[in-house]
């Protein structure tokens, strides 16, 4: 158990749905991270959070937004569903800077858009 | 544009045997480096990392080399076992004004052990 909890695990949705995504980072950690993982393709940075901050933004879609809440848990809410969304989704935490603090990865959630 | 990859897709070897997994970036600004192993189903997982001032930095069967000269990064794992068949990516962190750093990744090895 890395200390970074996912749900749910997996998911199942039509296109055109909304899901939300949720994670409860290691206990102290500040900063979020959620991450994509498609077939053949690595990780795909989304977005991150600090302290309840959007921090950085990577290849995020418009349909789909983050916040973190003042527990430090974090949701990723992807709507208008498409096929291509299929993919696991990552949440990462560190406490900081992860060179200085190190980076955990949750166990993902599996979404599939059927 | 910034780009960690990996230059063989699939690595398959003998238990027992040493692997050696590669790995270029381009990003010469990049200061942290990390390896993970992704087993099947799981999360990432962390491996080993080195800061961009070392070249060489050893964990428990494992080493990663950082040649900063060809903007090249390598995992070596000795003794391979079994248990090591996952897939295994590098990851770059660069500085950045404001931000905590986030990780940019590669698109990963698959390593398979044959027994």
């Known amino acids: 158990d890395s200390g970074v909890t996912q749900t749910p695990k997996h998911l199942i949705t039509a296109t055109g749905q909304r899901v939300t995504l949720r994670c409860s980072p290691r206990?102290?950690?500040?900063?979020v991270y959620w991450y994509q993982q498609s077939l053949d393709q690595g990780l795909q940075f989304l977005i991150q959070?600090?302290?309840?901050?959007?921090?950085a933004k990577g290849n995020i879609l418009e349909r789909f937004s983050a916040q973190q809440f003042p527990d430090l848990h974090s949701e990723l809410n992807l709507s208008s569903l498409e096929l291509g969304d299929s993919a696991l989704y990552f949440c990462?935490?560190?406490?900081?800077?992860?060179?200085?603090?190190?980076?955990?990865f949750g166990s993902g959630t599996r979404l599939t858009v059927v | 544009g910034e780009n960690v990859g990996l230059h063989l897709p699939t690595l398959s070897v003998q238990e027992g045997d040493n692997s050696i997994i590669n790995c270029a970036y381009s990003?010469?600004?990049?200061?942290?480096f990390i390896w993970y192993k992704q087993e099947s189903g799981k999360g990432p997982q962390f491996i080993i990392d080195?800061?961009?001032?070392?070249d060489k930095r050893q964990g428990q069967r494992v080493t990663v080399l950082l040649n900063k000269t060809v903007k090249h990064l390598s995992l070596q794992i000795a003794a391979t076992q079994p248990g090591d068949s996952a897939v295994y990516f590098c990851?770059?962190?660069?500085?950045?004004?404001?931000?905590?750093?986030?990780?940019?990744f590669g698109k990963g090895t698959k390593l398979s052990v044959k027994p």
């Open positions: 990462a935490s560190s406490l900081g800077r992860p060179s200085n603090y190190g980076y955990t």
């Open positions: 206990s102290g950690d500040l900063s």
């Open positions: 959070y600090y302290n309840g901050e959007e921090r």
């Open positions: 990003n010469s600004a990049s200061d942290y």
């Open positions: 080195i800061r961009s001032n070392m």
């Open positions: 990851a770059e962190i660069k500085p950045a004004w404001g931000s905590q750093g986030n990780l940019i």
